[in-house]
């Protein structure tokens, strides 16, 4: 095992590239690339992966939420995908959206998940090879979920509110122009999505990507307790909820605190500012 992964508190969610580049073969095991840029895919992906798009798969297309249990097992079955298959993601972005796309399957219940740290720009980095061909496998029977378990790792908007009335933490991971309000997105994207800049009232600012190295793979333990229980003051009995603009980037600080740093009770609101910065009646603040 890598040996910054053994210091995390579940350092087998996971795999390092070498790994990745060992088991390209593995029955066992379904590659799967999630990215912000849903074209990166076809220029080229790490060979035997699958592509999980997170507007077209993971997203309903009439409702704000995500797909049912049948249609997340219609997802697997044609990818090839059984409750017995360990699912590796990686993606662009230091994992962003594969992370997002982890805790999605999360809420569906599908226990065998892995992370590749470093993701996309790290198997990129090393020369490793790319390839145009979109792996075929045959449809599983992959049973549907009897629900989906929201509940455990999913904050709604009245139970965000109920948590801010109660003082409890808050993690706002966004930009700090986009938490203080300067700006509605981030800097470089269109300023467009909600009425209102600012922050949830007694969130902390600690943007997502503090926790990423600059080679895009995570902080060691040490790194990240030094931000998340040094800075912000998070204890592991804390319930937590973690916030960005719909839910994306707050996934890769759930993941972190839930698994690299092992907080038991962290929830994700993945209405996030476009719905508490949209929604009548709800409390802002300004201001860093």
């Known amino acids: 095992m890598n040996p910054k992964f053994s210091a995390y508190a579940n350092p087998d969610v996971l795999v390092d590239t070498e790994w990745l580049a060992a088991h390209l073969n593995d029955p066992d095991i379904r590659i799967v690339e999630s990215n912000e840029d849903v074209l990166l895919y076809d220029t080229g992906h790490i060979p035997?992966?699958?592509?999980?798009?997170?507007?077209?798969?993971?997203n309903d297309q009439?409702?704000?939420?995500?797909?049912?249990?049948?249609?997340?097992?219609?997802?697997?079955?044609?990818?090839?995908?059984?409750?017995?298959?360990?699912?590796?993601?990686?993606g662009d972005k230091s994992n962003w959206w594969s992370c997002y796309a982890l805790w999605v399957f999360t809420l569906f219940g599908h226990k065998k998940m892995k992370l590749v740290d470093g993701g996309r720009a790290k198997w990129e980095a090393?020369?490793?090879?790319?390839?145009?061909?979109?792996?075929?496998?045959?449809?599983?029977?992959?049973?549907v979920p009897a629900e989906r378990n929201d509940a455990?790792?999913?904050?709604?908007?009245?139970?965000?509110?109920?948590?801010?009335?109660?003082?409890?933490?808050?993690?706002?991971?966004r930009s700090p122009k986009e938490f203080s309000g300067e700006v509605t997105h981030m800097p470089e994207y269109p300023q467009?999505?909600?009425?209102?800049?600012?922050?949830?009232?007694?969130?902390?600012?600690?943007?997502?990507?503090?926790?990423?190295?600059?080679?895009?793979?995570?902080?060691?333990?040490e790194e990240l307790e030094g931000i998340y229980s040094g800075e912000l003051g998070l204890k592991h009995e804390?319930?937590?909820?973690?916030?960005?603009?719909?839910?994306?980037?707050?996934?890769?600080?759930?993941?972190?605190?839930?698994?690299?740093?092992?907080?038991?009770?962290?929830?994700?609101?993945?209405?996030?500012?476009?719905?508490?910065?949209?929604?009548v009646r709800s409390p802002i603040e300004k201001g860093a």
Request: proline content about 6%.
């Open 192 to 221: 467009e999505g909600v009425l209102r800049g600012g922050h949830i009232p007694t969130a902390k600012s600690c943007p997502w990507a503090r926790a990423a190295a600059p080679d895009a793979t995570f902080k060691t333990r």
């Open 126 to 143: 090393e020369g490793r090879p790319l390839t145009r061909e979109v792996p075929k496998f045959a449809e599983t029977q992959y049973p």
């Open 152 to 173: 455990a790792h999913r904050a709604y908007f009245q139970q965000t509110l109920e948590h801010m009335k109660a003082k409890k933490p808050l993690v706002d991971v």
């Open 48 to 58: 035997g992966a699958v592509h999980i798009d997170w507007r077209r798969d993971l």
């Open 238 to 279: 804390d319930d937590i909820i973690a916030y960005c603009r719909i839910g994306e980037r707050s996934s890769h600080t759930w993941f972190v605190l839930k698994y690299l740093l092992g907080f038991p009770l962290v929830r994700n609101y993945d209405g996030s500012w476009t719905e508490w910065g949209n929604m």
């Open 62 to 90: 009439v409702v704000r939420d995500y797909v049912d249990t049948e249609h997340f097992a219609q997802l697997c079955r044609r990818n090839g995908i059984t409750p017995d298959t360990t699912v590796v993601f990686y």
